[in-house]
């Protein structure tokens, strides 16, 4: 997965340049917790509930600070940023940290397809059409990723694995600039194992089967926004109140700043090799998921071929210049929506994200510079 177009801009925050927490081994939650770890934690949420509830009453304004967290997860970047009281001691900055990369480390043990040991990558190579058994979190990005495939058309579709890497992305190719674009008989074979029939659920029995023992998922379009879900929540079990999580540009918020005003998340114009902001929305407990065509693709005789493959053709999505943003409550539904409606594009998309009641928009390039095409419900929000 590569860095997507929403960025992360906390623009007015307070950040403290010593805030980082302390460098982190990454130790796997459950077994090694010891007792003294346990006493930390609940330590902690005394005094972050403390910080967060009545803490503005008792220390005041100024007493609150934005502390940053950071580091790499899911073949990306992660960036977290919480209000707490100023004087936090390093032991309760770390138990935050655990915290984090804990829910990180889980997501990437389930659904990374760039580990070849994690649940997903097991399921790709489980070399049967007999049913599979897979944990509650991987099967619920199953099915969202299914119910936005539904409703586009199959625009998005998580049975693209084969296609991703025969297009030169994805963990199994190389540097995506030395890849040979597929010839159409290689393109037409692969499409055989791609569709959202290709994958059936089965969530009683908690399993999933595939249609033919070599149809291989790729999470990607929605591992992100899942991982910023899963992050939220085990930050709300800490107590804490305020604060905003991204993973490679995907973002969700709770609460808002230590004055009081909301969170807010650049949007990037869509320009290759630029990082030029176009403008930033408010989040109100909320996430927002950006896809694109121009930042993770490569050029072959003239022609762009971005790394958003459209299911139906079994081509990649040829670059135009745009992306979309979405907002939802739910990261996991805001990322999968995003690269649904990048597939659809500009026309279709927005028809599409407006018959589902979303708040999106599309910035596009014309002769006349960047146009932005926002949908009823992002107009209402006065985005941008
Ligand atoms: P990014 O935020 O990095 O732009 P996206 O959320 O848009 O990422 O997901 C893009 C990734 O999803 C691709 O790198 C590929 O692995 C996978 N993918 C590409 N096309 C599709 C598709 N039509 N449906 C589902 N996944 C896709
Ligand atoms: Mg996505």
């Known amino acids: 997965m590569e860095d997507s177009g929403g960025q992360f801009a906390p623009e007015g925050t307070e950040t403290d340049p010593n805030a980082n927490a302390p460098p982190h081994d990454s130790a796997p939650a459950g077994e090694e917790r010891s007792w003294t770890w346990l006493l930390l934690l609940l330590a902690l949420v005394a005094v972050v509930g403390l910080g967060s509830a009545v803490g503005r009453l008792f220390y005041g304004e100024r007493s609150l600070a934005v502390r940053d967290f950071s580091g790499e997860a899911l073949g990306t970047t992660w960036t977290v940023k919480v209000v707490l009281p100023e004087g936090i001691s390093l032991v309760l900055l770390e138990a935050i940290r655990d915290t984090i990369?804990?829910?990180?480390?889980?997501?990437?043990?389930?659904?990374?397809?760039?580990?070849?040991?994690?649940?997903?990558?097991?399921?790709?190579?489980?070399?049967?059409?007999?049913?599979?058994a897979l944990s509650p979190p991987t099967l619920a990005v199953l099915e969202a990723a299914r119910i936005v495939g539904e409703r586009t058309g199959g625009a998005l579709d998580i049975t693209v694995g084969p296609l991703v890497e025969a297009w030169g992305f994805g963990p199994g190719a190389g540097d995506p600039s030395d890849a040979i674009p597929p010839d159409e008989e290689t393109v037409d074979s692969l499409r055989v194992l791609t569709g959202l029939d290709r994958i059936r659920i089965d969530k009683?029995?908690?399993?999933?089967?595939?249609?033919?023992?070599?149809?291989?998922?790729?999470?990607?379009?929605?591992?992100?926004?899942?991982?910023?879900?899963?992050?939220?929540?085990?930050?709300?079990?800490?107590?804490?109140?305020?604060?905003?999580?991204?993973?490679?540009?995907?973002?969700?918020?709770?609460?808002?700043?230590?004055?009081?005003?909301?969170?807010?998340?650049?949007?990037?114009?869509?320009?290759p090799?630029?990082?030029?902001?176009?403008?930033?929305?408010?989040?109100?407990?909320?996430?927002?998921?950006?896809?694109?065509?121009?930042?993770?693709?490569?050029?072959?005789?003239?022609?762009?071929?971005?790394?958003?493959?459209?299911?139906?053709?079994?081509?990649?999505?040829?670059?135009?210049?745009?992306?979309?943003?979405?907002?939802?409550?739910?990261?996991?539904?805001?990322?999968?929506?995003?690269?649904?409606?990048?597939?659809?594009g500009p026309e279709e998309g927005l028809r599409t994200a407006e018959r589902e009641e979303l708040a999106a928009v599309f910035l596009v390039q014309s002769e006349t510079g960047l146009r932005e095409l926002p949908t009823t419900a992002w107009q209402e929000r006065n985005g941008l």
């Open 101 to 132: 990369q804990a829910n990180l480390d889980e997501v990437n043990r389930l659904m990374s397809t760039w580990d070849a040991s994690s649940e997903i990558s097991r399921f790709n190579s489980h070399d049967s059409r007999e049913p599979f």
């Open 204 to 271: 009683s029995a908690g399993t999933a089967a595939k249609a033919d023992s070599e149809v291989k998922v790729d999470l990607s379009a929605v591992a992100k926004g899942y991982a910023v879900d899963r992050v939220t929540g085990g930050l709300v079990d800490l107590s804490l109140a305020d604060f905003a999580v991204e993973v490679g540009g995907e973002v969700r918020s709770v609460g808002g700043k230590p004055d009081g005003t909301a969170w807010r998340v650049g949007i990037e114009a869509p320009e």
């Open 273 to 344: 090799g630029t990082r030029r902001m176009h403008g930033s929305v408010e989040l109100h407990d909320e996430a927002v998921a950006t896809s694109g065509d121009y930042r993770n693709f490569y050029e072959r005789d003239g022609v762009r071929y971005a790394h958003v493959i459209d299911p139906r053709t079994g081509y990649p999505v040829r670059l135009t210049g745009f992306s979309v943003a979405v907002l939802h409550n739910e990261a996991m539904y805001a990322d999968a929506w995003a690269t649904a409606l990048a597939v659809l």
